[in-house]
């Protein structure tokens, strides 16, 4: 190397590589997620949405599971409605049993949720005594007893006994059958005496303050300050009762042996539907008859929804 000569300069060296970068926390948590909600996602799709997609289509069709579904289009539908009488009756009964059963619910559960929002004592034991009900009403087994009860040597006509009044079979009698069902229905009305006494629990004592000293009484009181405090959880308890009550089933089929007797009195609709689609094997009539209850609650429901705005009052309103 000569004077003056400037000396190489080496290359900088390369850059050693980056280890290879797995997935962000962000993404390893969404993959958990899914990875947990898998087995739900799977339930759902094949024991819920896939089942009610296929009988959607087997409605349009004949189908008695024994040979292959044959297409008939509307002609379930136009069945139901035309030539088959049994089925109007079915509606009929629900109909009445939905419009009687749900408001004497309501107003009984309120009732007894304003007695027990008094300060009384064994509040928590009297709560579990008036829930349970709900809990076992829908059973089989409680079916049977209501049967016993109601029936010609039943308890009801042993205590009518006792004053003189001779009572014949209640079950048995086609005036009175569907009665004992709504009796049955408003004897389960723990959970939504449980739904109305917490939000009477809500309820700012000083609105019932400013009201007494307004110089209203008990029953303006509970007009004006009860009951707009309360029209959400009616709301509520409004459209899941009568969901429930269209749904109906275990009751009429054990008190009337699945026949919905007598003389078709507690037909609902959901044992008619079973007796087309398992007793007959009409599936595809079953089918027409689910999906137009569908349809019937998926209308209230929306209705109820729309006319919510016009009654139904929130306490964050101005």
Do not use: C
Not at 29 to 46: H, K, N, S, T
Not at 128 to 149: E, K, N
Not at 251 to 258: Q, R
Not at 279 to 286: P, Q, V, W
Request: proline share 6%; hydrophobic share 55%.
């Amino acid at each position: 190397m000569t004077a003056g000569t400037a000396a190489p300069v080496a290359p900088p060296a390369a850059p050693a590589p980056s280890p290879a970068r797995g997935p962000s926390r962000r993404t390893r948590e969404a993959l958990a997620a899914y990875g947990f909600l898998a087995p739900w996602i799977a339930g759902m799709l094949l024991l819920t949405i896939g089942p009610m997609i296929y009988s959607l289509y087997l409605s349009f069709t004949r189908y008695n599971l024994m040979t292959p579904a044959q297409w008939v289009g509307f002609d379930n539908y136009v069945r139901m409605f035309t030539a088959d009488p049994r089925y109007l009756a079915s509606v009929g009964v629900t109909l009445r049993y939905v419009a009687i059963s749900v408001p004497l619910l309501l107003v009984v559960s309120l009732a007894v949720a304003m007695l027990l929002n008094k300060a009384i004592a064994f509040l928590p034991g009297y709560r579990a005594a008036f829930y349970l009900p709900s809990l076992i009403a829908s059973s089989v087994a409680i079916a049977v007893l209501w049967r016993q009860v109601f029936g010609q040597d039943g308890i009801v006509n042993k205590v009518l006994a006792l004053v003189g009044i001779e009572g014949g079979s209640w079950i048995g009698n086609p005036g009175t059958a569907l009665s004992t069902l709504v009796v049955l229905h408003v004897w389960a009305f723990g959970s939504t005496m449980i739904i109305f006494l917490a939000g009477l629990r809500q309820v700012p004592k000083e609105y019932y303050e400013a009201a007494a000293v307004d110089g209203a009484g008990a029953v303006r009181r509970f007009v004006h300050v009860t009951l707009p405090m309360l029209t959400p959880l009616i709301f509520f308890n409004l459209l899941l009762s009568t969901v429930n009550a269209f749904q109906a089933f275990t009751p009429a089929y054990v008190i009337s042996g699945g026949e919905g007797g007598p003389l078709d009195s507690t037909l609902f609709y959901t044992l008619y539907l079973y007796q087309r689609g398992f007793a007959n094997l009409e599936m595809g009539y079953a089918s027409a008859m689910a999906w137009t209850l569908v349809v019937v609650l998926a209308l209230f429901t929306a209705g109820l929804f729309a006319t919510a705005r016009f009654w139904v009052h929130y306490g964050d309103e101005r």
